[in-house]
């Protein structure tokens, strides 16, 4: 056997290589696979550097109020070894992690071990220090344009807040469609906005590149049939997502665009940019059929009178208990899984109600009427990837997701860069999880046993802390998920109880 790895760490003992080797890693997109691996590799001792394109870091499960298979938030399970607190905020707080949000990898050079990545950090005209989230700038903004998230369902400003639970926790200006009228500038009473901020271009040394850029939605308006974007009751799967949660366009209610009335008959479609070569998407997406028996059984808890009909070709519920799942939802009263190809979509000029086109299974053309249709939206490559793709010579498949070895999915066929999460195909959050667990732990192997101290890291600096004099003020909050611990939980006795004890406040 011998004695070395292929990237020339020796093997077992522990005694790290011989090669001079950067011991951080820059790991690029920070969604859920990007912060799986940043714990991990954090957690064991290495330098991560955690960059975003987004103004916030949590990728798209920031979107996502509840998640399935246990339809629950999930983000606090999600922590490597314990469940514990939300990744989001163990990643800002892990003192082996530098985030990075709102900035694009621009070069990169070097030899695996030893890599310079030159990054561009965008302004985002708001000292996130300073940021007190008061939100009086969004207030006073007179430019309204559909919300980044939301889309067309709720209004937001250019200046605008990143999801909920996104990281830092500041505002962001869009200059693609400020005015820099300097409203928000006038009122923002910690003087945090600065209109003339500029971009900053950066130099990392790294010893590994990991790469989770995620996915995008497949852009509905693509098939033209089905009316996205023309008819007022026709939504994509992630604005459906949204109108599910408590923090989205309708907070937690199903509600038709075009009235704000509740629906009664709701339609879905599956695999809408999926197994679609007419888009150029002739792959499964994998995540859609259980996203959307989700997204049926959280819409009729909250609305149990709902008649919801699922056009699908077939189900694909593969993952541990997913098929239980489906098999609980598929028999809710009031829930009809229908076999068929929707063709068309036609809304009706008067009632903005929508006829559905479809074949039946034993070949018939037949045609329904629906109040609101959800369109369940496939996964696409993440565009903005393709250019640094190609610097970083990363073989693509035809669709452009990355190409990785069959037997070890976290490496790409780049020496040195690894893959984890939806960018190397469509996957679910507990897969994701799973392969980003795995480059992080190929990221380690690459760069060999942890020496201490790391470079630029004093390992006996005294965190600096508040008045010691000062009496303690303990804050208790108690989450009722949705009821998923309310109902478990008596939390109002808890309450009761907690505000009893000694320095709680
Ligand atoms: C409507 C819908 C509902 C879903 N519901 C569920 C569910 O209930 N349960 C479940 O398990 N899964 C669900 N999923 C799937 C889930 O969203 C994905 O599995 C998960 O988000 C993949 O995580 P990721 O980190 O790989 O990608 P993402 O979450 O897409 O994160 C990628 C990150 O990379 C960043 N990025 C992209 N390009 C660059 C670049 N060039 N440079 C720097 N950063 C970049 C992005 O800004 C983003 O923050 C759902 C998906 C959809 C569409
Ligand atoms: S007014 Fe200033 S402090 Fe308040 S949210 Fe806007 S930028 Fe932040
Ligand atoms: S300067 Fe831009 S972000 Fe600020 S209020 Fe004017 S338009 Fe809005």
Not at 206 to 216: I, R
């Amino acid at each position: 056997m011998a004695d070395h790895n292929e990237y020339g760490n020796e093997r077992g003992n522990g005694r790290g290589n011989d090669v001079q080797v950067n011991q951080s890693v820059m790991v690029i997109g920070a969604g859920i696979a990007g912060m799986q691996s940043a714990l991990l590799l954090a957690e064991t001792g290495y330098r991560v550097v955690l960059l975003d394109q987004a103004p916030g870091i949590g990728g798209s499960m920031h979107l996502l109020d509840l998640t399935f298979p246990t339809d629950s938030c999930g983000l606090c399970l999600m922590l490597p070894g314990r469940a514990a607190y939300c990744p989001t905020i163990e990643c800002d707080l892990h003192a082996n992690i530098e985030i990075l949000p709102y900035a694009e990898v621009v070069g990169v050079r070097g030899e695996p071990g030893d890599l310079t990545v030159t990054v561009r950090r965008k302004p985002r005209y708001v000292h996130v220090d300073r940021c007190t989230n008061c939100g009086r700038c969004a207030e006073v903004c007179p430019v309204e344009r559909p919300d980044r998230y939301e889309g067309a369902l709720k209004m937001g400003k250019a200046i605008y807040r990143p999801p909920t639970r996104a990281i830092p926790p500041a505002y962001v200006i869009d200059m693609d469609v400020c005015t820099r009228c300097g409203k928000c500038v006038a009122v923002c009473p910690t003087e945090a906005i600065d209109l003339e901020m500029a971009e900053e271009t950066v130099e990392f040394p790294v010893g590994a590149l990991l790469l989770s850029p995620g996915f995008e939605p497949f852009d509905a308006r693509r098939k033209g049939e089905f009316g996205f974007g023309r008819y007022d009751n026709v939504v994509t799967s992630i604005q459906f997502d949204r109108m599910l949660s408590i923090s989205g366009s309708t907070g937690a209610t199903v509600l038709r665009p075009s009235d704000h009335t509740r629906p009664r008959r709701l339609a879905f479609i599956q695999c809408v940019g999926s197994r679609d070569e007419t888009v150029g998407c002739g792959y499964c997406s994998s995540v859609c059929c259980m996203y959307t028996a989700k997204q049926v059984a959280v819409a009729k808890k909250l609305h149990p009178n709902l008649e919801i009909t699922v056009f699908y070709m077939d189900i694909r519920a593969y993952g541990k208990d997913f098929d239980t799942y489906f098999d609980q939802v598929a028999a809710l009263p009031g829930v009809t899984y229908r076999r068929a190809m929707v063709s068309a979509i036609h809304q009706y000029q008067q009632t903005r109600d929508l006829a559905l086109q479809f074949v039946a299974e034993d070949g018939s053309l037949r045609e329904e009427d629906f109040d609101m249709v959800v369109l369940a939206v496939g996964f696409v490559p993440p565009v903005g990837f393709r250019q640094l793709g190609q610097a970083l010579d990363l073989p693509l498949n035809t669709y452009g997701f990355c190409v990785t070895d069959t037997f070890s999915p976290q490496e790409s066929g780049s020496p040195g860069v690894l893959v984890g999460g939806a960018f190397r195909e469509p996957k679910d959050i507990p897969e994701t999880v799973v392969e980003a667990s795995a480059a992080a732990a190929e990221a380690a192997r690459l760069l060999g046993p942890v020496k201490r101290p790391l470079p630029g890291v004093d390992a006996h600096a005294v965190p600096p802390t508040g008045d010691l004099e000062a009496w303690p003020r303990v804050g208790v909050f108690l989450c009722d998920c949705r009821g998923e611990i309310g109902e478990a939980v008596d939390l109002e006795a808890l309450a009761m109880y907690a505000g009893g004890l000694r320095d709680v406040v």
